[in-house]
């Protein structure tokens, strides 16, 4: 076991070192590493070109920009604004009427200390 140990690991290394030599150096193949050449434009079509480019820019700067946007909501609430805080007026009355009688709990859960006392 302790010979195959070190017989293994020089193994290991001599491969990853063949692959590592086996890499390329980087360099690019002149015929290939340039860019096809373009036709230059000329100054009518570069004015052409930039007025499109503001036309474009200013609808954008005045439109809605990021983070000022206001989101839709999902969902359209189900009932009219009136009837809900008809409801929630009444609730709350509802609750207000059980607080003070006593029939809420003090609060917390079953072990909390409050609801132990005698």
Known sequence: MRKIVP????????LMAGAALAQSSGEVDPAQGKAPPVAKTTPAERSEAR?????????????????????????APSQPR??????????????????????????GNSDAPERQKP
């Open 7 to 14: 017989l293994l690991g020089a193994a290991l290394i001599q």
């Open 51 to 75: 007025t499109d480019r503001r036309a474009s820019g200013g609808e954008a700067a005045r439109g809605p920009q990021m983070g000022e946007a206001q989101a839709n909501p999902l969902t």
């Open 82 to 107: 009136a009837d809900r805080k008809a409801a929630t007026a009444k609730r709350r009355s509802a609750n207000a009427a059980a607080n003070k009688e006593g029939s809420f709990s003090r609060g």
